[in-house]
């Protein structure tokens, strides 16, 4: 099965657009089946009789190919293009080139004011304030005020446990873009006007 790209973040300042439509436009992986190579006389290749053979091809798996280089989401820096793919219960950002299908693109970053050692905001505090200052470095980037693009903004805000962390620290919070359709860009969205 396919991995399904999504938004990278389930909060995303849309003007009421559903956020699920992003799921809709974007299939941007294959899934190819692995088979086992035999001649038609010995279909395992291992000597075993045709019974045997059943199991080993119920035990085919499937290889996931995701676009990109799969990389940290918090490494992604300014001009970055990237997917979020959904594998089962987990999740993969894959860093793509601008001329590429993608869902997203880093457009600015910021540090988070709060001293280390300050307890952690929680999540809904740290997207309310990322996404304040994401909205300020939407018309600078994009050529558009917000309100008329075709565009929705996002951002990647520092999980718990890297905010408590005593050697990570991180404070980075990425402002990015998606399509309100949901649908991929082959281009860098700099200066788009849409």
Known sequence: ???????????????????IRALVG??????????ACADDD????????PAAAAETT???????????????RLTLVVGD?????VLGTESVTARQRC?????????AAHVHPARFGEAWPGD???????????????????GEIYELS?????????????????????RTILCYLTRVDGTPVTTSLRGARI
């Open 124 to 142: 809904e505090a740290l997207q309310k304030y990322a996404l304040r200052l994401c909205y300020g470095d939407f018309e600078a980037f994009v």
């Open 26 to 35: 974007a299939v941007l992986a294959l899934a190819m089946t692995i088979g």
């Open 99 to 107: 001329d590429t299908p993608h869902l997203h693109e880093v457009f």
């Open 58 to 72: 119920v035990a085919t798996t499937s290889t996931v190919v995701v676009a990109g280089d799969p990389v940290n």
């Open 81 to 85: 293009c990237f997917t979020t793919y």
């Open 150 to 170: 075709e565009l929705a903004i996002g951002a990647i805000t520092p999980p718990q446990t890297n905010w408590e962390d005593a050697k990570a620290r991180f």
């Open 42 to 49: 010995d279909p395992t290749g291992t000597g075993d009789p």
């Open 1 to 19: 099965m396919s991995p399904a790209p999504v938004l990278a973040c389930p909060f995303v300042l849309d003007r009421g657009v559903p956020r």
